[in-house]
């Protein structure tokens, strides 16, 4: 069995484009506004001798009650559940969000490992773009860029060694 990974995260925070670099695919919708990938999304990723199939998720809207980011939290939920290993994405250059908390206490319950990346980061200095961050209570962030790649192995390294 392929260990499964799922990328989580309000929408607007990189996961599309991290799925697109982790499958080398231009399957996911990539888009400059939120909440384009509507539904669940498979790829197939391999890191070195080890293949993996990664979700891509439309975005954790847990606010909603009804509509379509009522479906989008129920379909990220169910891509959690499938998971071995969560992703949880934020942004580190709009910083922490509410959300992104509402979302980190979910995780926690359901009890699947999760790791926490701070995406958009080229540029920045690690230690400013982690800080507000551990507020989350979910560890050492992983300080990545999807879109230039900084930090996408390591996380890789990181999510299947947690398999
Ligand atoms: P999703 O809604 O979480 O799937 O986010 P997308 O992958 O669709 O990306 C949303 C926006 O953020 C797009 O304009 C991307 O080009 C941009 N983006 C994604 N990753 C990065 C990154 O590493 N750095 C920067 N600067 N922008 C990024
Ligand atoms: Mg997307």
Do not use: C
């Not at 509507?38 to 080890?50: F, I, K, P, S, T």
């Not at 998720?57 to 009522?70: D, L, N, Q, R, S």
């Not at 479906?71 to 990220?76: D, F, L």
């Not at 699947?112 to 050492?140: C, P, Q």
């Amino acid at each position: 069995m392929k260990p499964v990974i799922a990328l989580v995260g309000r929408p607007n925070v990189g996961k599309s484009t991290l799925f697109n670099r982790l499958t080398r695919s231009r399957d996911a919708i990539v888009a400059d506004f939120p909440g384009l990938t509507r539904d669940r999304h498979y790829g197939n990723g391999r890191m070195g001798e080890r293949p993996f199939l990664v979700i891509d998720t439309g975005g954790f809207e847990p606010v909603a009650k009804e509509g379509i980011y009522h479906e989008m939290a129920k379909q990220t939920r169910q891509a959690v559940i499938e998971a071995d290993v969560v992703i949880f994405i934020v942004d580190g250059r709009a910083g922490l969000n509410a959300h992104d908390q509402i979302i980190a206490d979910d995780l926690r319950k359901t009890g699947r490992s999760v790791i926490l990346a701070v995406n958009k980061a080229e540029g920045m200095r690690h230690a400013n773009v982690t800080a507000e961050f551990y507020m989350l209570g979910l560890g050492d962030p992983v300080v990545i860029s999807s879109a230039h790649g900084d930090g996408v192995r390591e996380l890789l390294d990181y999510a299947l060694d947690m398999v």
